[in-house]
């Protein structure tokens, strides 16, 4: 089975205070919708309202930080491979500030895994 989206790749070894070119995952697929998925209202042409407030999304929050990092990322990629429906999920990522990965480097790092991710 494909697993890449999982292998984290770190030239320094796992040490408090890593910056993110020194932690990677490989770039994820991009997953679709099938066709039998309703489209999101926060589509092409859609109202101005922001994309979490779609009602016709689902929404999953989960923990983001350096210590289970490896197994949030799997979770996304386990759901997202998973889902039939992938465009319609929207991760909600709560990140401590006291996290040896500050919070904008996390979601950096959950950006470049995941491109066509949508969460806030």
Known sequence: PFCAGIRSFSRYGSRAGLEFQHLRFS???EYRNGVGCPSTVS???ASSSPPQCDP???HIAMTL???YLRGSVAA???VLKHASCP???FFHFIAAE???LSPRVLSQLVRSTFPS???K
């Open 43 to 45: 589509g092409v042409g």
């Open 98 to 100: 006291f996290d040896s």
């Open 76 to 78: 996304v990629h386990s």
């Open 56 to 58: 016709s999304l689902v």
């Open 87 to 89: 465009e319609n999920v």
């Open 27 to 29: 770039e994820a697929p």
């Open 117 to 119: 991710l949508n969460f």
């Open 65 to 67: 930080d350096n210590e």
